[in-house]
């Protein structure tokens, strides 16, 4: 059974950082495209980061600020988050999608705020 476990929201200041981490389970980690997303309240669920081996990719609102990397050793995926900003306050869901199906982590929230 395919597992995702994320860590490491929390509250931080504007211009912080935080970095999330997501465990995998359940599948061949190497080989899968993980994937960032987050959602805000009221707003839909937003593609944030891709990481497929060595190819990433970011949407605009987080370039030059969020990276994400993975460690195959230990089934996890990164999220490196800096200079952030309170429009990057969501909960934040690590996926993959494993034989034609989707999986998520539970989510760990994230709130930029003084």
């Known amino acids: 059974q395919v597992q995702l476990v994320e860590s490491g929201g929390g509250l931080v200041q504007p211009g912080g950082s935080l970095r999330l981490s997501c465990t995998v389970s359940?599948?061949?980690?190497?080989?899968?495209?993980m994937n960032w997303y987050r959602q805000a309240p009221g707003k839909q669920r937003e593609l944030v980061a891709t990481n497929t081996g060595g190819f990433t990719k970011y949407a605009d609102s987080v370039k030059g600020r969020f990276t994400i990397s993975r460690d195959n050793t230990k089934n996890t995926v990164y999220l490196q988050m800096s200079s952030l900003k309170p429009e990057d306050t969501a909960a934040y869901f690590c996926n993959t999608l494993y034989l034609r199906q989707n999986y998520w982590g539970q989510g760990t929230q994230v709130t930029v705020s003084t």
């Open positions: 359940g599948t061949i980690f190497e080989f899968q495209t």
